[in-house]
């Protein structure tokens, strides 16, 4: 029994079956989602009940053999008609019968192979993505630097192993002495919204280092995001925030982001919108800067779609109606636990449901 016990915690990895059924379900609408991308909904709409679910299966079956190499295509296919056809009869002329039996013994042989071919690719990239999100681990900041009477608390979590999302906050040299705070997301998620993201890193720590105002920053990283996407499909969504420490009076520049949220300590809310495009539309897109000045108790919060759009069960979202009303009884305590409600309350409300998008909040408290 104590065996029997052991290999059931093994398999399960020790969580209720009724959080595995519920985490099955939100795989399987998730693998739904990814296959009905093939299917033409439109040809579908008025045929009978019986051409349709020939139609949707067709398209699921092709989305799937599509998906595979040739060789495992091949391997499938035999696989699934050995197991459909269990057995062959041959019958001669002379009235001799010769039956072969076992087919369906070496069809759930083929199938096995084939998920062992599939199992083995997904660790190998597995191993990959864990390095590569190691490495993206190193481009974020581990924790806020020290500003006297601010506190920063930040965090991220990718939709996948890694993200497109990024956000930063340092001191740029000279004097006065600047914090720039940023936060921001790649278009798409993902390998590629990571490698854009990395690239987008360095680009900004580079120019920070300059003598440069925010504008010019902007300006600047702007066109390179779009040197680095010549057709305009990768952009990014920005916010840049630069305080004085000493007086707390702060620039910042949104660049088609989110608006973020700067709750007052007398309870007002404001949201900051002034900015421009996107980086990486438009070479000469022309910027803004708003701007404003940081009093006791006030609360910024800065954050991703992800956050607002993270969907439940129902496919219901979050919504910033939700955040606001939470951040709204923000009065007290650190950046730290304002996070820590923020965050609690999105996974409250997604429940199980798989998360469809990187979420990155970046919460400023001062004292």
Known sequence: MTGVKSFWQRITDGIELEQLFIQFRAEARASYD??????????????????????????????????????RRLLLLVSLVLLMFPH??????????????????????????????????????????????????????????????????????????????YYDAFFRPGEPRRLLVAVADVAGKSVPAALLMATLQASLRTLAEGSGSLLEVAGMLNRYVCAQNPEGRRFTTGFLMEIDPATREFVYINAGHNWPVLRRASGAVER?????????????????????????????????????????????????????????????GTAADALSRLTTSVNTFVGATRQHDDITCLILRVS
């Open 34 to 71: 990814l296959y009905s991308k093939e299917i033409d909904w439109k040809a579908a709409k008025g045929e009978s009940h019986v051409r349709r679910s020939f139609r949707i299966a067709k398209a699921v079956f092709w989305a799937m053999m599509m998906k595979l190499s040739p060789g």
């Open 88 to 165: 062959m009869e041959f019958n001669f002329g002379n009235g001799q019968q010769f039956k072969i039996d076992g087919f369906t013994f070496f069809g759930g042989v083929g199938l096995l192979i084939l998920l062992s071919l599939e199992l083995a690719d997904r660790v190998m990239l597995k191993r990959d993505l864990e390095i590569a999100k190691e490495i993206q681990s190193w481009l974020m900041p581990a924790s806020a630097p020290k500003v006297p009477g601010i506190d920063i608390a930040f965090t991220t979590r990718p939709a996948n192993t890694v993200a497109g999302d």
């Open 272 to 332: 900051l919108e002034t900015g421009g495009l996107p980086f990486g539309i438009m070479t000469a897109a022309p910027y803004e800067t708003g701007a404003g000045r940081l009093e006791a108790g006030d609360i910024l919060i800065i954050f991703t779609d992800g956050l607002v759009e993270a969907e439940n069960e129902r496919q219901d979202e979050y919504g910033e109606e939700r955040m606001l009303g939470l951040i709204a009884g923000m009065k007290d």
